[in-house]
């Protein structure tokens, strides 16, 4: 994941790309068969180990997503990491720090 | 630049910080299938708690006129009103049509953009539903020269 958080004035804007195959469950595989959906359901964002975003996403997010958001009264310094999981239940978390 | 074992450690410190600590604001979060398995519109805001639902021009959809490839079309969402709870993005001609649901809270701004893939030009929308329950919408159409599903 690649987490960029860039702070200006009284806020900070994050930009993330995650790395995911984001599988639709709509496409077809060689042999006709349905590609079983594998996809991430929910993504969270914390400032400073505290929690300040929630985000439930569908199959129709773009393969390696891309989410901007801006984090009021987050500073130069802080902390903000982000948390996927999936529909398979894996996870995996980044931080990165604003500046 | 951090290198990869201290990212890995802090990882593991906000793993943990996670797992203990509990967030009460977001314990309605659990993954909303319903609207998610929503085919229209108004079924998915419905879902997602909305009662009622008003075109509205504080709420802004941003997303390109026409865009070459459907499975990374730019979607944005964002309202100047205050006191909302959630926020969706949704494609009316998508299989399932909510794309993305974002829970706002007081210290983030309610300003979203993301990455969708869309199967044919369609009208994609911002939705915004307030803690009572009332609805705002926005729409725009997406033209998609290239499909994004299916294959």
Redesign the interface.
């Known amino acids: 994941m690649r987490i960029r958080a860039q702070a200006s004035g009284d806020?900070a804007t994050v930009r993330v790309l995650m790395s995911h195959e984001?599988e639709?469950g709509?496409?077809?595989d060689a042999a006709g068969k349905l590609v079983p959906a594998w996809y991430i359901?929910?993504v969270?964002a914390?400032?400073n180990?505290?929690?300040?975003?929630?985000?439930?996403?569908?199959?129709?997010?773009?393969?390696n997503?891309?989410?901007?958001?801006?984090?009021?009264?987050a500073k130069a310094g802080d902390?903000v990491?982000v948390?996927w999981k999936d529909n398979k239940g894996d996870t995996?978390?980044?931080?990165a720090t604003v500046s | 630049m951090q290198t990869r074992r201290e990212t890995l450690k802090q990882s593991a410190v906000v793993a943990g910080l996670l797992a203990t600590a509990g967030f009460p604001q977001f314990a309605q979060a659990a993954f909303n299938k319903v609207a998610f398995d929503a085919k229209s519109v108004q079924d998915a805001a419905k879902a997602a708690g909305a009662a009622s639902l008003a075109e509205s021009k504080d709420v802004t959809i941003t997303g390109p006129d026409i865009a070459e490839n459907g499975a990374v079309v730019p979607l944005g969402a964002s309202t100047t009103l205050a006191g909302v709870k959630q926020l969706l993005v949704l494609v009316e001609k998508n299989p399932a049509a909510l794309v993305a649901l974002f829970h706002v809270s007081d210290s983030i701004e309610a300003n979203f953009a993301t990455r969708a893939k869309m199967g044919q030009s369609s009208d994609v929308y911002a939705v915004a539903i307030m803690a009572d329950g009332k609805a705002f919408f926005a729409k725009k159409e997406v033209k998609v020269t290239l499909g994004g599903c299916g294959g």
């Open positions: 806020k984001m639709s709509q496409r077809k359901q929910e969270t914390s400032l180990g505290k929690q300040v975003l929630a985000a439930e996403w569908g199959p129709a997010v773009s393969k997503p891309f989410m901007q958001f801006a984090i009021k009264g902390k990491a948390t995996r978390t980044d931080e």
